[in-house]
């Protein structure tokens, strides 16, 4: 039997079986096979061998939706998947849902590209499949404007949908203050155990009525991003500098390392403690705002590469190698600012690149340390209209 057809079975056979576990609410007693699928009872060393080739031989998507679908056989065939599929960091693959935030390669930057909806102010993040900019893309992430009085709110989801931060696919947001200047970017679940809760009025809304077993509605603030105002009104593009709370500044240098997330939270009571309903003015203020978009110490930061003024163009210009086709104030290259020492290789590496190509298109490239939903959210926050700072 070839991969392929072995692949069709495991998909009928599951389909099979959530039929019959659909049937099993109204007769409680079902046999062993309505149970288990007949592919969990296969040899672990074959097993093995045959999630290896199909994780080899489906490299690059749509083909790699049989590797997703290996892990939804059954809890065996899950575990060994998850562990023959290697992070972005290592393989340069988004496979799980929960690649969008792990760090993205080492070695190269993985190229993505946003498509805006400007009627409904929604921002799709896409994969990109090939090297030209116009192939459909592999969706990964969406996000939502929302205005509000002192503030705008980007609520991100894995599913463009259900963009609610009472859905089970929020898994984030970025949130500005009223001139659009700073950002703070809040994860819905920590990525280390000494990450801080920040509460919100969303938060408490979710703690009155449980909308699901599992709404990830924290805030955990994982980086701040400013920008400088330029009240003379020079020329030139916008300097944008963004703190990474939680990434530290040696994981960009050889044998660093950057905090991985491995899944998702199945529940919310490890991370949500009960909380007050009311709170003061200052206390929400504080809490859009982050505890600081001061550059902390032992962190990693980025500001957006400067770019060579063109005689012969008349304008700014930066080298996005063919990634970027129309001028746009919005276009930025981050690199790692070395804060505390000298500048070295490793800080002339771009680890996110951004830029127009079309009306309400643009590219998205993004390398190891941040992850697609950090890089995603930085970019988010360039569509901002900022008076101040042009």
Not at 94 to 123: A, M
Not at 163 to 178: D, E, P, Q, T, V
Not at 196 to 211: E, I, M
Not at 299 to 310: D, F, G, Q, S, T
Request: proline share 7%; with cysteine.
């Amino acid at each position: 039997m070839s991969i392929r057809s072995l692949i069709q079975d495991m998909r009928f056979s599951r389909s099979q079986r959530v039929v019959q576990d659909r049937s099993a609410v109204a007769a409680p007693e079902v046999g062993d096979s309505v149970k288990q699928s007949c592919w969990a009872h296969m040899p672990q060393e074959l097993l093995r061998e045959v999630l290896m080739r199909i994780e080899a031989s489906e490299a690059a998507w749509p083909p790699r939706k049989s590797v997703v679908a290996c892990a939804g056989v059954c809890r065996s065939w899950r575990l060994l998947t998850k562990e023959i599929v290697k992070s972005p960091e290592l393989s340069g693959k988004l496979t799980f849902p929960i690649s969008v935030k792990q760090p993205g390669p080492r070695d190269e930057l993985l190229r993505c590209f946003i498509k805006r909806n400007r009627s409904t102010q929604t921002y799709y993040l896409y994969l990109g499949l090939t090297h030209a900019l116009t192939d459909e893309g592999k969706f990964l992430l969406a996000a939502r404007k929302y205005k509000r009085p002192t503030c705008t709110d980007y609520i991100i989801s894995l599913n463009g949908d259900e963009m609610s931060k009472a859905s089970s696919n929020y898994i984030g947001k970025l949130r500005s203050n009223f001139l659009g200047t700073k950002f703070t970017i809040f994860d819905g679940q920590p990525t280390d155990v000494g990450a801080k809760f920040t509460k919100s009025r969303s938060t408490r809304l979710v703690n009155l009525k449980q909308v699901s077993p599992r709404v990830p509605a924290g805030n955990y603030p994982v980086a701040h991003i400013s920008y400088e105002l330029n009240m003379l009104g020079s020329r030139g593009p916008r300097r944008m500098q963004c703190t990474m709370d939680g990434i530290p500044a040696s994981a960009i240098q050889p044998g660093g390392v950057a905090p991985t997330q491995a899944e998702f939270s199945s529940s919310t009571a490890e991370f949500f403690p009960s909380l007050p309903f009311f709170r003061s003015k200052s206390t929400r203020m504080e809490s859009f705002l982050g505890p600081s978009a001061k550059p902390k110490d032992g962190v990693i930061v980025l500001r957006n590469k400067a770019p060579r003024w063109h005689e012969q163009l008349q304008c700014w210009c930066l080298n996005f190698h063919g990634r970027v086709t129309v001028a746009s104030v919005k276009n930025f290259q981050l690199v790692a600012s070395p804060e505390n020492g000298p500048a070295g290789p490793e800080h002339e590496k771009i680890v996110l690149q951004f830029g127009k190509v079309g009306k309400d298109l643009f590219t998205m490239d993004y390398r190891y340390p941040i992850s697609a939903f950090q890089a995603f959210s930085i970019c988010l926050s360039s569509f901002d209209t900022k008076i101040a700072c042009e």
